[in-house]
């Protein structure tokens, strides 16, 4: 379940645009209006596409969910390909209604008019991308395990945050875990010491809440940050190329 006004609350910075631009506005409407819901980002990325069709008027409830869907999208590093820039400084949905229309037009429709029904099928057929904010670059072979491990043999940098974090939690016990006994690694040797057999485990543990549904689980994963789990996910990266090597060294060895 995604809760948008809740999400920003959890996520904005006060130095964002979004902050800066739509702040004032957002807390004053949350004060007498409900949260807007929805299952997850299929939905919500369903409804970003529908609140853009043409219409003679946009009343600030809509206004205002656009808004807040704009934030968790960019905030979740998704991009629009048609308009890669705009979840960036988004300005608000009569002008998007609008920037869809030109779009038409300059792909070649001289005439000028553009049909209430062609600027639906482009807003239906909008295409969301996200953007890999993962600064440390993962190998191939590292890729190929994360694929192999997920249930829907996804690349690493197409999966979610949260998705990153489950399956380098369970990529981490793939590489040690060897007969049902976990390998012996020479951390000092690999990493100088500064990655140890313990502070694996005390890894593994932070992020083991990412594997389940849970009520205690699920609020647990709340409690972190994007900025947390941007850390999170490039310290696993940097501790699973670890052992993946340590492991083919040691067998060729």
Same mark, same amino acid.
């Given at each position: ?21 739509? !702040? !004032? ?30 219409? !003679? ?24 390909? *048609? ?60 890729? *190929? ?5 997920? !249930? ?42 500064? #990655? ?21 689980? #699920? ?8 900025? *947390? ?25």
């Amino acid at each position: 379940m995604i809760n948008t006004y809740e999400y920003y609350q959890k996520n904005i910075n006060q130095n964002s645009f979004y902050y800066f631009t739509f !702040n !004032n506005d957002i807390e004053t409407y949350f004060v007498f209006n409900e949260d807007f819901k929805y299952y997850d980002e299929k939905e919500l990325i369903n409804r970003f596409k529908v609140l853009t069709y043409p219409s !003679n008027d946009y009343p600030e409830p809509v206004n205002m969910e656009f808004i807040m869907i704009c934030f968790y999208l960019n905030n979740e590093n998704y991009y629009i390909e *048609q308009f890669p820039n705009f979840l960036e400084r988004p300005t608000n949905v009569a002008d998007f209604s609008l920037e869809i229309r030109e779009y038409i037009l300059a792909q070649g429709n001289s005439s000028g008019v553009v049909a209430w029904a062609t600027r639906r099928n482009v807003a239906n057929n909008l295409k969301f991308s996200k953007k890999d904010n993962t600064n440390i670059k993962v190998s191939d072979n590292l890729n *190929q395990l994360f694929k192999k491990i997920s !249930n829907r043999n996804a690349d690493f940098i197409l999966m979610s945050e949260d998705e990153k974090l489950e399956e380098i939690n369970n990529v981490i016990e793939n590489i040690l875990k060897i007969n049902n006994k976990w390998a012996d690694i020479d951390y000092k040797n690999e990493s100088f010491d500064f #990655i140890s057999n313990d502070s694996v485990i005390k890894y593994r543990k932070l992020i083991h809440c990412f594997r389940h549904g849970s009520e205690d689980s #699920i609020k647990e994963r709340e409690k972190i940050s994007k900025n *947390q789990k941007d850390f999170l996910i490039n310290y696993g990266i940097t501790i699973c190329e670890l052992l993946l090597n340590a492991i083919r060294n040691k067998n060729e060895s």
